[in-house]
């Protein structure tokens, strides 16, 4: 993993240094999204002088305890279950052993992401038994999609019933995104505030200035061709069948036109199978060649069914592509209005389409709209400014 590039603000006084434990339900090696936004903050409070633990599920095969970049692991056992998308604490004899050396210090913040994993619901529990601040932020915009309406059902029911648990529990409610407050409430939560996402501006640019790979050449890409770009899980949830679909009808009408998908996931061989001509896919990439391969691109798409505030976005902008999104996945306050991106009604490929041409076609509002996203990026959603107001709370 690269070193992340944050200021040391350790302070001399000892009584300023905190324990936090952060909870996630998946982390390193696992990557995505989440699991970068825990890995910045964890690195940020240690550059802080601040001590932290990072608690995540073990599905198997993993070390119980490792640092990476710095920070100390810790993993419990766990079921995986859905392909490990829902781990479930595994009661055994390691997991009770692991429980009792967390049981033995007193961490001053409990701080765990998302809510509806058995995980999630253990970190609450052990920050109220603790006596700490226990803080819980919120990640999405909307409940899980399962693609069948009864499983739907059942996975809001299971929602609404383990969100109502953690509520008796009285942790306190943050977002990532104003999106993701205004989604708290559809459970009776008012949140505290908003924990945002963020880039690592000087990592990233030092990136752009000396990448390591050229998609262009590899994939024998004209150097006037127009890229668009996914990056990110390849999940249903994604859009990306749409995505798919509406990049299509523009293949068809323009030859000068790339559909490039990076990242691994279950929906990866369908997309293979079904791929229109010059739509590509990479594989799964390292952060950094997220960051080489979003220099080559132009359009970034991200049409989501639900998204709290997205990693993938954030680096796109910090990349200067334009930006393609649904108003579901849509962070606010970074895209103020349409003049930033284009905001679509829906995941659907007519409408994605529409855009997909649209942006074609309008180079110069296009280059405007990214330049003007970059300058909000900047000046609003660091990871310092983020760390910077969890060491606040």
Known sequence: ??????????????NSQRIYYIFAAHY???LGGLELYIQHMAQGLLAGGHQVLVITPNPGGLPSYEKIDGVSILRLPSFPLMEN????????????RLHKKLMARRPDRVIVNTR???????????????????IVIDHGSSHLSMHQPALNFLGE????????LLRCLRPEF?????????????????????????????????????????FRREYQIPKDAL?????????????LLPLAEAFSRLSNQRKDVYLLMAGDGPLEEELKKNAPPRMLLTGKLEPMEVIDLLKASDIFCLPSVSEGFSTSLLEAAACKNYIIVTRSACPTELLLDRSYCSILSDAKSDGIARALFWAADHPAERAKAAEKT????????????????????
């Open 116 to 134: 509806f994993y058995f995980h999630s619901l253990y970190g609450v529990l052990l920050g109220r038994r603790k006596k700490s601040r226990t």
């Open 85 to 96: 998308r829902f781990p479930v604490p595994k009661p055994c004899r390691e997991f009770f």
């Open 28 to 30: 390193l090696p696992y």
């Open 374 to 393: 970059y300058r909000q990026l900047v000046d609003h959603f660091t990871w310092e400014k983020t760390v910077a107001n969890v060491e606040k709370l």
């Open 1 to 14: 993993m690269t070193k992340r590039h944050f200021t040391n603000r350790q302070n001399p006084r000892r």
């Open 174 to 214: 943050y977002g990532v995104s104003r999106a993701s407050l205004r989604w708290l409430t559809h459970f009776h939560i008012q949140g505290a505030g908003i924990l945002s996402n963020g880039v690592d501006i000087q990592q990233i640019e030092e990136r752009l200035a000396a990448p390591r790979r050229d």
């Open 157 to 164: 029911c299971f929602e609404h019933g383990i969100t109502f």
């Open 227 to 239: 890229i668009y770009v996914y990056t990110g899980r390849l999940l249903k949830e994604k859009g």
